[in-house]
Nanobody
Framework: QLQASGGGSVQAGDSLRLSCVASYGKYDNYAMGWFRQAPGKERAFVAAIRWDGGSIYYTDSVKGRFTISRDNVKNVVYLQMNSLKPEDTAVYYC???????????????WGQGTLVTVSS
């Protein structure tokens, strides 16, 4: 199971770091990703990282502000979010898949969401 945490309510321009921990099972050879679902919108891809960190992808709207990383020893993936904007407000979900291509589109495993609210 994947458990996301670190959400909260912040002001525009602030930072947050989300964490996703695998409570059991090993995901060190899985690609990991983050998605988000804003109010009234469909869930959308945010970032993904290959099992070894060798390939990383971001959606255009977060490039330069968000950083995905992972610690395979601790079985954790992070999403560092800087310069947050009100449009970043959403429920954020972590996800995993054996294939990097799949984790960006339709990952097999999902964690529960953590809410990020950014006020102006």
């Amino acid at each position: 199971q994947l458990q996301a945490s670190g959400g909260g309510s912040v002001q525009a321009g602030d930072s947050l770091r989300l964490s996703c921990v695998a409570s059991y099972g090993k995901y060190d050879n899985y690609a990991m990703g983050w998605f988000r679902q804003a109010p009234g919108k469909e869930r959308a891809f945010v970032a993904a990282i290959r099992w070894d960190g060798g390939s990383i992808y971001y959606t255009d709207s977060v490039k330069g502000r968000f950083t995905i990383s992972r610690d395979n020893v601790k079985n954790v993936v992070y999403l560092q979010m800087n310069s947050l904007k009100p449009e970043d407000t959403a429920v954020y979900y972590c996800a995993a898949d054996a294939e990097l291509s799949a984790v960006r589109v339709n990952p097999h495993y999902w964690g529960q969401g953590t809410l990020v609210t950014v006020s102006s």
